[in-house]
């Protein structure tokens, strides 16, 4: 049972704009979420966090929002640039303390 | 800088071969992990490890077990290599009070 989940495997945007990444999840013990990114042939490197008691959190030019009514989070990249083309990964944290749970990554391409 | 090493970038082994993955962080954190990426399955955790000595089952310890003998090292071993287990294999780190994991670049493994 996939708990964290990235339903859009791709998406495409035009540099500048805005790119907008969903995650949905379906254990309501998750109290801490997290998004990595992961160029190939690397390993994935933290990108942004949020607490679960919290509903918004900005880094610069990314901002993570968490509705926790609907058990989504959303990262918006404003304005997306070429070397912002990644997978990106929500992973959640809940239950165990030790543990993560990661969902399937979505590309990310920006087109210049 | 935080660093977690993985010993090697690509290995090719034979089915049936006995493999062993190394990885080693320079950060004196307590936790260590083993994922594998797989595409369209994202990251799925293995092993963990939260002390010396200490380990866990993460989502698909089958066919693999780890070593932890020293804090900053942690061992992945493939007792008897299979295809199925062709796959990029990440080791994180990080510490009892934050979340936030450090991967390593990844290790691309092939069995044929």
């Known amino acids: 049972d996939q708990q964290v989940k990235q339903n859009s495997p791709s998406l495409s945007v035009q540099e500048g704009r805005i790119s907008i990444l969903n995650c949905d999840y379906t254990?309501?013990?998750?109290?801490?979420f997290l998004w990595y990114k992961k160029y190939p042939a690397e390993g994935p490197t933290f990108l942004i966090s949020i607490s679960s008691i919290k509903d918004k959190n900005e880094d610069g030019r990314f901002t993570v929002f968490l509705n926790k009514s609907a058990k989504h989070l959303s990262l918006h990249i404003v304005p997306s640039q070429p070397g912002d083309s990644a997978v990106y990964f929500c992973a959640a944290r809940g239950g165990s303390n030790y543990k993560l749970t990661f969902g399937k990554g979505t590309l990310l391409t920006v087109n210049p | 800088d935080v660093k977690v090493t993985q010993s090697s970038r690509y290995l090719v082994k034979r089915t049936g071969e006995k493999v062993f993955l190394e990885c080693v962080q320079d950060m004196d954190h307590e936790n260590m992990f083993w994922y594998r990426q797989d595409p369209g399955l994202g990251l799925r955790l293995i092993y963990f490890?939260?002390?010396?000595?200490?380990?866990e089952k993460g989502d698909i310890p089958e066919g693999y077990s780890v070593s932890r003998e020293k804090k900053e090292r942690f061992s992945l071993i493939l007792e008897s290599a299979s295809t199925n287990q062709t796959s990029m294999y990440l080791c994180?780190?990080?510490?009892?009070?934050?979340?936030?994991?450090?991967f390593g670049s990844g290790t691309q493994l092939s069995v044929l």
């Open positions: 254990n309501s013990m998750f109290d801490y």
């Open positions: 994180a780190s990080r510490t009892d009070l934050n979340e936030k994991l450090f």
């Open positions: 490890s939260y002390d010396v000595k200490m380990k």
